[in-house]
């Protein structure tokens, strides 16, 4: 993501606490209360500038959503669009994906979205990857038993690493599709990064992994 810096963001996303939640910690194993209801909760990392998230809550009413992003002017533009949308499901965290255990208990997660995460293609920067083997363990800490990660991306290097590391997880692979639109898969949001790819003729990978417990 290139990062245009915008001083101001901070400011802002204070000023909007009824969408990107303060002090996330608190809520932890109460999401159900955040949001008034017991609809499963649904959560994407690296929510980016928020197509996605705010596409999923719209299509989705009996679902609640949380995008996490750490880059506070990146997340403002998702924070736009929850304002212009006005939509009660969705929200955002702007924290560090890598620090879910403080924010989340086990359970409260059904589902987790990894959308484009940034490659790190160099071996020595493997643990920063979202589907290294330690988030992969994160993860599962506060998901529901049998709860999965949906992932879709372009890059075919981290695609096959993540089938890989999925895998040598023990996760069990669904839907995997190796040209995700022209797959017949309904309900696609696409997200800003997606379209960006999609537009120059790249292909789109897409899996997702059930953890067996
Ligand atoms: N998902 C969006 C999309 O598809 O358009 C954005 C993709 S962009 C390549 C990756 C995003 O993930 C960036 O905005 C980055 O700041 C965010 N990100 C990467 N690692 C993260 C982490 N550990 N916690 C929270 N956000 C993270």
Redesign the pocket.
């Known amino acids: 993501?290139r990062?245009r810096n915008k001083p101001w963001a901070e400011d802002k996303i204070k000023q909007y606490p009824q969408y990107v939640v303060p002090e996330p910690e608190k809520w932890r194993g109460k999401w159900r209360e955040l949001f008034g209801n017991s609809r499963p909760l649904h959560i994407?990392?690296?929510?980016?500038?928020?197509?996605?998230i705010a596409g999923m809550a719209e299509q989705h009413p009996d679902i609640n959503f949380l995008g996490?992003?750490?880059?506070p002017s990146?997340?403002v533009s998702a924070l736009d669009k929850l304002i212009e949308k006005e939509l009660g499901n969705v929200k955002l965290l702007n924290?560090?994906?890598?620090?879910l255990r403080d924010f989340f208990a086990k359970g409260d997660v059904e589902r987790i979205y990894?959308?484009?995460?940034?490659?790190w293609p160099k071996k020595r920067h493997e643990k920063?990857r979202?589907t290294y083997r330690m988030f992969l363990k994160l993860y599962e800490d506060i998901l529901v038993e049998g709860g999965e990660i949906h992932f879709?991306t372009d890059n075919q290097g981290l695609f096959e690493y993540s089938l890989q590391s999925f895998s040598e997880y023990g996760l069990l692979l669904k839907n995997i599709s190796l040209d995700l639109h022209n797959s017949g898969f309904e309900g696609n949001i696409m997200?800003?990064?997606?379209?960006?790819f999609s537009a120059k003729g790249q292909r789109i990978y897409r899996c997702e992994a059930k953890y067996r417990n």
């Not at 994407?44 to 996605?52: D, Q, S």
């Not at 996490?68 to 880059?71: K, V």
């Not at 924290?95 to 620090?99: E, F, I, N, P």
């Not at 990894?114 to 490659?119: A, I, K, T």
């Open positions: 993501m990062l994407e990392i690296g929510t980016g500038k928020g197509r996605f996490i992003e750490r880059q990146v997340i924290v560090d994906g890598s620090r990894l959308n484009f995460s940034d490659p920063r979202l879709k997200t800003e990064y997606e379209e960006k």
